[in-house]
Every structure is written in C-alpha cells, then in structure tokens.
C-alpha cells in the first residue's frame, strides 16, 4: 500500500515569497491533515479536512496560510507571505475517520525561509 | 488543557538497558494516547497507543503505563538497541492529536 506522498521534498524561499506544497493522502483516507513541525517541536496541527470539509482549522495562520482539498482527495497548502519564522517541516497526514484512528505521516516538505 | 507536557527533552541509554519516557497531560477529556517515533528525515510513525480504560500495554520491547487518576502515561523501552535511536512523541487525542514536545532517544552500542 502507497503512503501518504508530499512534495517538494525541499524548498528555499525567500521572505514575502509564496510557496505551496501538494499531498496524496493513503487511497480511501477520507480525513487528512496537516502539521507544522518546527525543528525541537512536536507537530502542530493547521488544518484538518474531512472528505473536502474543513473539520478544525483554528492554528492555521489564514492572513498568510490557506489550504485547500478539491474533491476529497489531493490537498494543498499554501503560504503566501513566508515569514522567517515559517520555517519548519510541514507533514501532510491521513487517516480513515476520526476520531482514534492510525493517522499516518508523509515524510515532510521541509522549508527555509531566507 | 490542551498541552501534553514530555520529558526527558534527550536520553541516551547503555544497549540492552531499559528506556523511560513520561508524559503528562491536563485535559480529562483526552481518549486516545499513542507514541509516535521519528527517525531523521522521516514522518512520525505510529508505535504504540493505549484507551484510558487500560492500565498498561505491551507490544514486543514497548510498554505504555497509563495511570488515569494521575493524569500521566510512559513509554517504557525494554532491551534498547542501537535501532531504536530517534525521537518519541507522545500525544493525546479527542478529536485532534496534540503532540508532546518530543525525547530524542541515543541507544550506545
């Protein structure tokens, strides 16, 4: 079985830049996920879809961070100004449902801020 | 109440010996508690997780202690190995995970 698939797996920007990051989730996860994992920390939840639903997106920095999930499936997370501070692993999840379910990890889009 | 407070922040331990990571956390209303590892360049992978009507469960090395009236649960590493060097994440759940701060685990040969 395919994980969960992100890219790219590297990004440099600059600050004020835009970037974006794309997921494939597990084929037939109907939740997915994204997290923010600066280096020391443990992942912080931004977003979390259910389907193509929004379920809980109250981290989610929304004057600079949007995402989005078209029909239920790819999700994109987009930042747009970066700030030096918006430097971190950003790890696309899914699961089956919630709550209690396995979630599982991509292996990260990993951004620097210059 | 939304914090899972973790530590140690690192631990290194003697090959074969016992590894020991806690966790505490506040919110009651928490039902879910697993422990997720990480190697480098990797995602947190799912280790072992435990219900709060469990006191304790085992899977190969990997212990989860769970004491309900004290608000805390551990990790316990049995017979550490080089291998298992990464970072442990615990981390609670209703109907969101929050994830603990992190341990990373150095296993010396």
């Known amino acids: 079985e395919a994980g969960v698939a992100q890219s790219p797996r590297y990004k440099i920007i600059e600050k004020r830049q835009s970037v974006a990051f794309w997921c494939n989730p597990i084929s037939g996860h109907a939740t997915l996920y994204w997290y923010q994992q600066i280096l020391g920390q443990g992942p912080k939840l931004l977003i979390q879809?259910?389907?193509?639903?929004?379920?809980?997106d109250s981290q989610l920095p929304k004057d600079r961070f949007s995402a989005e999930r078209l029909k239920g499936v790819d999700s994109t997370l987009k930042i747009q100004p970066a700030k030096l501070e918006d430097s971190a692993v950003y790890l696309c999840?899914?699961?089956?449902?919630?709550?209690?379910?396995?979630?599982?990890f991509g292996e990260g889009s990993w951004l620097t801020v210059v | 109440q939304q914090q899972v407070k973790q530590s140690p922040q690192s631990l290194i331990v003697q090959k074969g010996g016992i590894s020991i990571i806690n966790c505490a956390y506040e919110?009651?209303?928490?039902?879910?508690f697993p422990w997720y590892q990480q190697f480098p360049g990797k995602g947190p992978a799912l280790l072992i997780a435990?219900?709060?009507?469990?006191s304790e469960k085992k899977e190969g090395r990997f212990t989860i202690s769970f004491n309900k009236s004290a608000k805390q649960f551990s990790l316990h590493i049995m017979d550490s190995q080089p291998g298992d060097s990464a970072t442990y994440f615990c981390a609670a759940s209703l109907n969101k995970l929050v994830f603990g701060a992190g341990t990373i685990l150095r296993v010396k040969s």
């Open positions: 879809f259910q389907n193509n639903g929004v379920v809980d």
């Open positions: 435990i219900r709060p009507d469990v």
């Open positions: 999840a899914s699961s089956l449902s919630v709550p209690g379910n396995t979630i599982y």
């Open positions: 919110n009651t209303a928490f039902d879910y």
